[in-house]
């Protein structure tokens, strides 16, 4: 079984700094990793993944992650923020040997709060 | 068009009643899920379905029941509504081409009264 820990629940931020949004996960077994972000009254869609090759992963909205093995971290990273990444961020792991088949398991989410 | 939709957005029941909520997919996948967030729990997993025939329990399935009508329709049951069951309902799908990828509908939110 994998458990994600998300270490923070709110994280503000003034627009245009830099942001980090922690990820810790557990597991027995190797696992894929992913964010997803929810904006207001939608509902989730992916940001990044990681599954395998190098660490530093791109995904969208200028968004990034790093995996770390030996850390069991995803930390999720942008150097600028806007007002409009004001959303609820969720951290997911996926079991490598079932391929992501039998679900994900979610972290209890960061909401990010942009400041002007 | 969206290509997962939920049906009702928003609904208000009241303890005891059976209620039925309903999810459809235009994206061809297998693959369908039902997870609940709760505020400050995040996302958990009640049912999963890999065909019309393949159906498993999630982490939470208890007091849930699911039906797969056709590969493109999956409902989620609650057959006695009970108050800890208001929650947002998602609804989501995925490829296996591409691993661990979902697709989410647009939620459903419960209230039980």
């Known amino acids: 079984a994998q458990s994600v820990t998300q270490l923070d629940s709110q994280v503000p931020v003034f627009e245009e700094a830099p942001v980090e949004l922690r990820c810790n996960y557990s597991s027995s077994v190797s696992v894929y990793l992913f964010w997803y972000v929810q904006y207001p009254n939608q509902g989730l869609q992916l940001l990044l993944k990681?599954?395998?090759?190098?660490?530093l992963v791109k995904g969208i909205n200028g968004f990034e992650a790093e995996f770390n093995k030996s850390q069991t971290s995803f930390h999720l990273r942008k150097p600028s923020v806007h007002i409009s990444d004001t959303a609820e961020y969720f951290c997911?792991?996926?079991?490598?040997?079932?391929?992501?088949?039998?679900?994900?398991?979610f972290g209890k989410g960061t909401h990010l709060i942009i400041q002007p | 068009d969206a290509d997962v939709t939920q049906t009702p957005r928003n609904r208000i029941t009241k303890t005891g009643k059976r209620i039925m909520l309903e999810c459809s997919q235009t994206?061809?996948?297998?693959?369908m899920y039902w997870y609940r967030q709760d505020p400050g729990l995040g996302l958990r997993l009640i049912y999963y379905?890999?065909?019309?025939?393949?159906?498993n329990k999630g982490e939470i399935s208890d007091g849930y029941s699911v039906s797969r009508q056709a590969q493109a329709k999956f409902s989620l049951s609650l057959e006695s509504a009970i108050p800890n069951q208001t929650a947002l309902y998602f609804c989501a799908t995925s490829d296996p081409d591409r691993v661990g990828e979902q697709y989410f509908g647009p939620g459903t939110r419960l209230t039980v009264t």
């Open positions: 997911a792991v996926s079991d490598y040997s079932g391929g992501g088949a039998d679900g994900l398991t």
């Open positions: 990681y599954l395998s090759g190098s660490t």
């Open positions: 379905s890999f065909d019309v025939k393949d159906i």
């Open positions: 994206k061809g996948h297998d693959r």
